[in-house]
């Protein structure tokens, strides 16, 4: 019904465009209307040559050229005149009735067939729903390779609160007997990658029922209406097919908050879908098994409607897997890939921490194109390296240019975030050092920790921003200079002061007190200071302040102290451009038995290090 409103106001606009247009037209091409007076004096004085009749209308043309339009009351008796005077006269039918009713044949025929098409259209569109639940039927038996909980890794718990569903599912009798019913709604939440979909899949092919998937935006619609119909539509087949499992990816799209704005009248697209699946999912019987998964990234815009119990009765969050988790993760996928011999997933589980499942899939999808790319036919670790590099900080710029006076302050920076991040006790090991440019990032330091940290402490954040003030310090004692290379730094060490302050209550001034809110939900975003008083806003401002302060001096300090160690360490960056942890240490290991001097002037073996077997000069010559 209402495609063809819609049809027929379009018709009908049509029509008067059309009818205004040819209203102009015809305005400016009306000849001019006289008397019946002035034409008699126009023929009375032998000013016509010409007469065209149509009825009791006549044109009259004058010997000049121009004509006019006139009405006369004795058509017979003006021509007998126009005839004594030899005035030439033209006879022509009045075609107005006729036009005008091939007019309204015309518009009729139109209508009916607009009729005729917003009918079929309707019936084409209806045809279309009837079919859109059946071509997202997954069947067990129809051939589709079945994702089982075998093919999921590194999340546990939700495993384990996933499979009481596929029992549920299996053998629904069991519970039906001692009353208890299950969940009709699990959404699941978490960030984006961390295999909320995978698990959905797993659950429908551990249960071997028929699964229906859908995502968000396949209910909205230009069309009133159609995603209201869909969802009626999908339940309805559900029933017919019942065991069965219905997932809903995305479904922030259609169950958002209805609060204000224009979709709080009921009248928006969204809302009339969002009020069907509300309905429908409270239309359960008893005797309907079954199951509504959703997905979903921002739970916190989803309307309360639809995550109240009896809806979505359980939340599952799921979140980037820990060190184990991400080590069973790398297993699934890697034995999909030729491996190096012996490969263990513990140290690459290790130097990705917070890598979601979908990013560790990426990550061994990269290290077998880049060992691909260089003609092996094995993925070894240094191919995941490369990789994880890749994905970190980007593409190697091989083609930059750097000047020789860039390079050696770059050096100095990075010695010196290295060399502070040794110096503190607080501070998570050395993983890497380079200097050679990724993406937007010219050198970087990267630090690894030990186990995956679920909190952190005072002097573990204050060590953070003393590391990440240490290139700046180191430029400042090698050059007497400051450049923009320590932008990102200050930007970390100031976000990381502000969340000290103004989050964590780790300020004895401020106290225990939020001073700052976030409510991005899993997708992060910038967090917005409360409403404070002018003076609670300066002292913040001044506890930041202060906090930047001493651990800029504290890195100060370090690098004074280390000085010469600084001025080693940037030359040996300079020389090979990279330094893993174990080369690292070997060099803090030189410097501190005051053995590294004799290490340098003899680059092919340090005779008097202790460390001479694996200095790094004779391990880099190598």
Avoid at 13 to 34: D, I, M, P, S
Avoid at 590 to 616: L, M, N, V, W
Wanted: hydrophobic share 40%.
């Amino acid at each position: 019904m209402a495609i063809l409103i819609r049809n027929l106001f379009i018709f009908f606009l049509f029509t008067v465009l059309l009818g205004g247009a040819y209203g102009l037209w015809k305005l400016e091409n009306t000849l001019r209307t006289v008397t019946y007076s002035e034409f008699r004096h126009c023929l009375a004085n032998h000013e016509l040559e010409s007469t065209t009749f149509t009825g009791n209308k006549v044109i009259a043309t004058h010997k000049a050229g121009d004509s006019y339009e006139t009405t006369v009351p004795n058509p017979e008796k003006l021509i007998s005149e126009l005839q004594d005077r030899n005035i030439q006269i033209i006879f022509k039918k009045d075609r107005s009735e006729q036009l005008f009713q091939a007019t309204a044949l015309i518009y009729i025929i139109l209508l009916l067939l607009t009729v005729i098409i917003s009918l079929s259209k309707k019936k084409r569109l209806e045809e279309e729903e009837s079919k859109f639940a059946s071509d997202k039927l997954i069947l067990p038996d129809s051939g589709h390779k079945l994702v089982t909980f075998d093919d999921v890794a590194g999340i546990p718990e939700a495993l384990e609160e996933l499979q009481e569903i596929v029992n549920f599912l299996k053998n629904p009798d069991q519970f039906s007997k001692i009353g208890a019913v299950s969940p009709k709604g699990i959404l699941l939440q978490g960030p984006p990658g961390t295999g909320k979909t995978l698990l959905a899949r797993a659950i429908a092919g551990e249960a071997k029922v028929p699964f229906y998937s859908f995502s968000g935006s396949d209910f909205v619609e230009m069309f009133v209406g159609v995603g209201a119909s869909r969802v009626r539509d999908i339940f309805k087949e559900a029933k017919t097919n019942s065991p069965c499992i219905i997932f809903i990816d995305e479904i922030d799209a259609v169950g958002g908050s209805r609060a204000g704005g224009a979709t709080a009248s009921g009248q928006d697209e969204r809302s009339q879908t969002l009020n069907a699946l509300l309905v429908e999912m409270d239309g359960f019987s008893t005797s309907d098994t079954i199951v509504v998964l959703a997905a979903t990234n921002r739970p916190d815009i989803l309307d309360p409607a639809l995550r109240r119990p009896g809806r979505f009765d359980r939340q599952v969050t799921i979140l980037p897997p820990d060190l184990k988790g991400r080590k069973k993760i790398l297993q699934v996928h890697g034995a999909k890939v030729a491996l190096q011999p012996g490969l263990g997933m513990d140290k690459i589980a290790h130097m990705v921490p917070g890598f979601t499942g979908a990013e560790l899939a990426n990550l061994v999808n990269e290290a077998a194109l880049m060992a691909a790319r260089r003609g092996k036919d094995r993925v070894d670790y240094l191919d995941f390296e490369h990789a994880r590099d890749r994905i970190l900080m980007g593409v190697e710029r091989k083609g930059m240019i750097i000047s020789e006076k860039d390079r050696n302050i770059l050096a100095f920076h990075e010695a010196g975030h290295a060399i502070v991040a040794k110096t503190l006790p607080e501070a998570d090991p050395i993983h890497k050092i380079t200097i050679i440019p990724r993406g937007r990032a010219l050198g970087q330091t990267q630090q690894l920790s030990v186990t995956d940290r679920t909190s952190y402490s005072y002097e573990y954040l204050k060590s953070r921003i003393t590391i990440l003030m240490g290139g700046r310090a180191a430029e400042e004692i090698a050059f007497q200079q400051r450049t923009t290379g320590a932008q990102g730094d200050i930007v970390q060490a100031t976000e990381i002061a502000t969340n000290m302050i103004c989050k964590w209550g780790m300020s004895d001034v401020i106290g225990p007190q939020a001073m700052v809110i976030d409510d991005s939900g899993f997708l992060g975003g910038a967090a917005h200071r409360l409403e404070m008083s002018d003076r609670t806003s300066d002292s913040v401002d001044k506890e930041i302040k202060n906090l930047l302060e001493l651990c800029n001096n504290e890195a100060l300090t370090i690098l004074k102290e280390q000085f010469y160690l600084l001025k080693q360490l940037a030359s040996i960056l300079l020389e090979v451009e990279t330094l893993d942890d174990e080369e690292f240490e070997i060099i803090m290991a030189c410097h501190f038995t005051d053995k590294i001097e004799a290490g340098i002037q003899e680059t092919h073996q340090c005779r008097d290090c202790p460390a001479a077997e694996s200095c790094i000069h004779s391990k880099l010559k190598k």
